[in-house]
Nanobody
Framework: QVELVESGGGLVQPGGSLRLSCAAS????????MGWFRQAPGKERETVAT????????RYGVSVEGRFSIARDNAKNTVYLQMNNLKPEHPAVYYC?????????????????????WGQGTQVTVSS
């Protein structure tokens, strides 16, 4: 099974930018649709962005649309989340996850419960 490791989190000032990376090993990501999710203490996990395994079609959560961008580089077996205009809020752990394009060949689920493989997470704190 594919294994995922997130990196790039940390402390950033409001209005700043940060790019998260999700590096895969074990299998190529080319056959997996990917998602980024985040969870703050005491809050539900929310879907941030998804990208289709083949078409590259993307979808964003309403709270981040226009500010965040998901991308993939299959040659590097890595998925990215570019976060711009970050807003001050409680720290959240950002996770990347994979779901099989064999199971979902045409569409990409937005529900985190449909994702099978998860990274360990990387914390992002936006504060002055």
């Amino acid at each position: 099974q594919v294994e995922l490791v997130e990196s790039g989190g940390g402390l950033v000032q409001p209005g700043g930018s940060l790019r998260l990376s999700c590096a895969a090993s074990g299998r190529t990501l080319s056959r997996y649709s990917m998602g980024w999710f985040r969870q703050a203490p005491g809050k539900e996990r929310e879907t941030v962005a998804t990208i289709h395994w083949n078409s590259g079609r993307t979808r964003y959560g309403v709270s981040v649309e226009g500010r965040f961008s998901i991308a993939r580089d299959n040659a590097k077996n890595t998925v990215y989340l570019q976060m711009n205009n970050l807003k001050p809020e409680h720290p959240a752990v950002y996770y990347c996850a994979a779901t099989s394009g064999t199971i979902y060949p045409s569409g990409v689920p937005f529900d985190s419960r449909r994702y099978d493989v998860w990274g360990q997470g990387t914390q992002v704190t936006v504060s002055s």
